[in-house]
Structures are given as C-alpha cells and as structure tokens.
C-alpha cells in the first residue's frame, strides 16, 4: 500500500509540475462539465445506453436531442416513466436501428424507476446522483464484481466502462477507464493492468492532486490521445548520511549558538540549568549531589511465616501467584 501511495504522488506531482498544467486543467474542467451537462435523469440514463452501439458521443448526443425536442412538453415532463412509456411505443428509430438496445434502455430504465419508487419525494436526477456516488456501488466495483451491483450490475450486457460513462454523467465523482487514460497512467510510471486497475489508480491520483475525479479522468485522456511522455522528474529524496533533506530530528537538532547558550548555563548554576546526577549518571562530582559511598547497609533479613511458612519476602522472591 505504500508503494501505491508514493507511485500516486510522485504521478501527481509530475502532472501539476507540467509547464502548461494550467491550460490542461482548464480544458479538462469545460469538458468535464459538458458532459455532466444537467439534464433529465430519464435522457441521462437512455444517454448511457445508447453508447452501447459503439457509435462516436457526438452522434449519441445528437439522437438524444432529437427525442428531447420531438417529445419533450411544458406540461408533461420527460420523467423516467413517460420516456420509458414512449419508448415502448415507438419504433427502433430512436436506437439506431437495434432492437436490442432498444431492450437495453427499457431495462435501465425500469430499474431506475424502481430505484426513484424507493425514495419518496426526491428528484430523480438526486435518486441517479445518489446511486452514481453511493457506498454500495463503490463497493461493489472495488471487489471487481460490478455485473452483481443491484440496479444497473443486473443488466446484462452493461460493462464496466459503460457503468461508469453513466455514473460520470450522472454526477458522480468517478470516471471512465478508457485506453488513453490507462496510457497516460502507463506513461506516468504505472504497471499494466486492467479497468478495474485503472480506475482505482486514477481515482487515487484524482485525491492525490485533490480535484474531482471526472476533471482528472478528461485530463489523462487527453495526454493519453497526445500519447504524451515528456513528464518532469521529481528531485530525488536523498537520506539525512547522504546530506539530502533534513527530516525532524535534524532540525529538532540545536544549532552553535543553542549549544553556545546551553554551555553558559551548565557553567553558571544560578540560572537553574545545574545538570544533576539524574540527567548525567556517569558524572560522580555532580554538583549539589553527595557522593555514594562504597559501603551499603546488609539487606534485612526476611519476615518468618506462622508456623514456620515463609514470610512475604519469600514468597515474593518465589514468584507465587
């Protein structure tokens, strides 16, 4: 765990030292917000299932405005259960053709609504966030089983890096474990490892550098697409024999003009720095102490028991219970 700890923050140190660190920051910070862009929780969800057709964001995107403006009315919000009510009705259009996405969507849908039945009075968008940033969905990605997670897990056909697109437009404090983000974590002195490595060493560097999660997740998918590798090197940590960096007993150390005082003190008994036997054992002409001579009183002789038994000395000495 503590060598996981240091590779997050030397990464983390290596990221916020780039010369144009700032620039990337904000870039990462406009793209994380478009694609968190408030909207309905029920679009949020038909959002993320339709990214499983493969097709490219920006056309995903597109089809999700296109039902918004044929279906969307003043009157009669595009709640989960009238979007999931109008997709039941409507053709395959609105999946790109894919039958089974069309199926996919009705289930998210369906386990969302069921989710939103459970909390009474709260919005539907909270009831997504809630979910995206819960304990219990952490939990279950971290012990690598998110395929049993009770809401979205159960769907099959929904992996990881899909889950985690929703949870991230859905605003929650995560992010998606593409190729370029394992790049750019490869590229920063990490070992290979799959999603579920990615992920938990991204969101590790996302505490290191303390900003959210989405914002680091857009950063190094973009020095991962860059297939940047022109990192700075962090000083090296020399040891205090090597006359490196001076760690705390070093500087608790006193300097010459401490020892200078201290020396004056020991000299002049009056300002009350008098050392006594008790802070030099080894000092026999201590001031203000007596000598200890040679000779020492015989020890006493030990207190005889009744009838003969051995008195408490004894049966101390003996070690009885």
């Avoid at 694609?35 to 995903?60: D, H, Q, T, W």
Wanted: charged share 35%; glycine share 10%.
């Amino acid at each position: 765990m503590v060598e996981v700890a240091d590779r997050a923050a030397e990464a983390a140190w290596k990221i916020r030292n780039l010369d144009d660190y700032e620039e990337r920051f904000e870039r990462a910070v406009r793209s994380a917000g478009e694609i968190a862009e408030p909207r309905e929780a029920a679009l949020v969800v038909y959002e993320a299932a339709l990214m499983k057709s493969g097709r490219p964001r920006e056309e995903v995107l597109e089809m999700v405005r296109a039902f918004r403006e044929t279906f969307e009315d003043e009157e009669e919000p595009l709640t989960i259960a009238r979007t999931s009510g109008l997709m039941n009705v409507e053709g395959d259009e609105w999946f790109f053709g894919d039958e089974n996405l069309r199926v996919l969507t009705g289930r998210l849908l369906g386990q969302f609504q069921h989710r939103v039945a459970q909390y009474n009075y709260i919005d539907e968008n909270e009831v997504l966030r809630r979910w995206a940033d819960g304990y219990d969905t952490r939990l279950f990605i971290r012990r690598r089983v998110h395929d049993t997670e009770p809401v979205v897990g159960v769907v099959g056909g929904f992996d990881l890096p899909l889950m985690q697109y929703l949870r991230v437009i859905a605003c929650g404090d995560t992010l998606v474990p593409t190729e370029n983000v394992a790049r750019a974590l490869a590229a920063l002195g990490y070992e290979e490892g799959d999603d579920y490595t990615t992920l938990a060493r991204a969101e590790s560097l996302a505490l290191h550098l303390e900003l959210p999660a989405p914002v680091v997740g857009e950063m190094l998918a973009e020095l991962g697409r860059e297939g940047f590798t022109d990192y700075p090197e962090p000083p090296p940590v020399e040891s205090a024999a090597e006359g490196g960096s001076v760690d705390a007993a070093q500087e608790a150390k006193p300097g010459p003009e401490q020892r200078a005082g201290r020396g004056a003190a020991r000299e002049d008994p009056v300002k009350g720095e008098e050392p006594t036997r008790i802070q030099d054992p080894q000092a026999k002409d201590a001031p203000g102490v007596k000598q200890e001579s040679g000779d020492r009183d015989e020890p006493a002789a030990p207190e005889a028991g009744r009838d003969g038994e051995p008195g408490a000395s004894d049966r101390e000495e003996g070690g009885g219970s």
